[in-house]
């Protein structure tokens, strides 16, 4: 077999993520070589991820190289998938899942409760489901969008532009933060995004299936994608991407799969929320289960307001 050419995104932490796979076929005896592509999300900076479009922002371009054969497979932070991918391309593995939390780090040695409204905190985020996350049990804190790798953040939120940012303890983690993490946030309150802390390895049909079948044996992490199939199948149904603050998280709960989340309106307010359990062979009737539910509660027209406000 030819070395499986990865297609990857530049950051450290995407290179981080690209390498791991190349271990993990490299343990399997299948060599690999990495190919770096630029992406929308990663050319503008200036714009929030809602505003430039959420389907594709980090995936379209290494999609185009595979689709071209120029790439075998292509590595992404499972959260930024799109819940339904362009014909032709499907999703063959997801590594095996990080602590899913969202996290608080700062430069800042000692950090205030969140709820402290003695001093307004700052944080930084350009996630509307953690914005809403925190209009919704915090509105006493503040938020301003900040884009960029995780360095370029971090140096940022050290000059000053806000008092902490708050991220995926994944990727802060991969990248040796730990020891800037303040806060790890309650599941309760904080159910993380789709895919959270998971890696996913995207192919074209147009990749051998004997090909697609090594790299899924050597990477893909079985407890873990059937998680994923149930938290997917419900962003699916909602036709969510990254500019919709959905959240959803599929557990192992001993032999059968608990898929809890929801979906929350931009200022905080409304907060739908539901709980499914079942059986492995029906996680993504779960998602299905789960999103039809939110729907029902009123989630259809929490959906079209949230368009609407983001199409203005």
């Known amino acids: 077999m030819d070395p ?8 450290k932490l995407a290179l981080y993520q690209a390498h791991h796979v190349a271990d993990l076929l490299t343990s399997k005896g299948i060599s690999s070589q990495i190919v770096i592509i630029e992406t929308k ?10 505003k430039i479009g959420s389907k594709g922002v980090f995936t379209e371009e290494l999609e185009n190289q595979l689709a071209e054969g ?13 819940s339904r991918l362009p014909e032709g391309f499907e999703i063959i593995a997801f590594t095996k899942r990080e602590k899913v939390n969202d996290v608080i780090i700062s430069h800042q040695k000692e950090f205030p409760e969140l709820n402290n409204r003695e001093k307004p905190l700052v944080l930084g985020t350009s996630s509307t489901r953690r914005i809403a996350t925190l209009k919704h049990y915090y509105p006493n804190v503040k938020t301003t969008d900040i884009r960029g790798n995780l360095q370029t953040r971090i140096a940022k939120m050290e000059k000053g532009v806000c008092d902490g940012l708050l991220l995926a303890f994944a990727g802060v983690h991969r990248m040796g933060y730990d020891h800037l993490i303040r806060k790890e946030l309650d599941l309760k309150q904080f159910i993380p995004a789709v895919g959270q802390g998971s890696i996913g390895i995207e192919a074209h049909q147009l990749l051998p ?28 149904v909602l036709e969510g991407g990254c500019s919709i603050p959905a959240f959803a998280l ?8 608990e898929l809890k989340g929801g979906l929350m309106s931009l200022d905080g307010k409304n907060r ?3 709980l499914f359990i079942g059986p ?14 939110i729907l029902t509660m009123g989630g259809d ?7 609407k406000t983001l199409n203005e």
């Open 301 to 307: 027209q929490v959906l079209k307001e949230i368009k």
């Open 41 to 50: 999300g990663d050319k503008v900076l200036d714009v929030a991820i809602s």
């Open 209 to 236: 299936a004997e090909i697609k079948e090594s790299i899924s044996l050597a990477v893909n992490h079985v407890p873990t994608a059937v998680c994923l199939r149930a938290e997917r199948s419900f962003l699916k």
């Open 280 to 293: 492995e062979q029906n996680a993504e009737s779960l998602g299905h289960q789960l999103a039809e539910s």
């Open 4 to 11: 499986i050419r990865i297609g990857t995104r530049g950051s």
């Open 70 to 82: 120029k790439i075998d497979i292509a590595v992404h932070s499972a959260k930024d998938l799109p």
């Open 250 to 257: 599929a557990q192992w709960k001993g032999d059968l799969v």
């Open 272 to 274: 739908l929320y539901d």
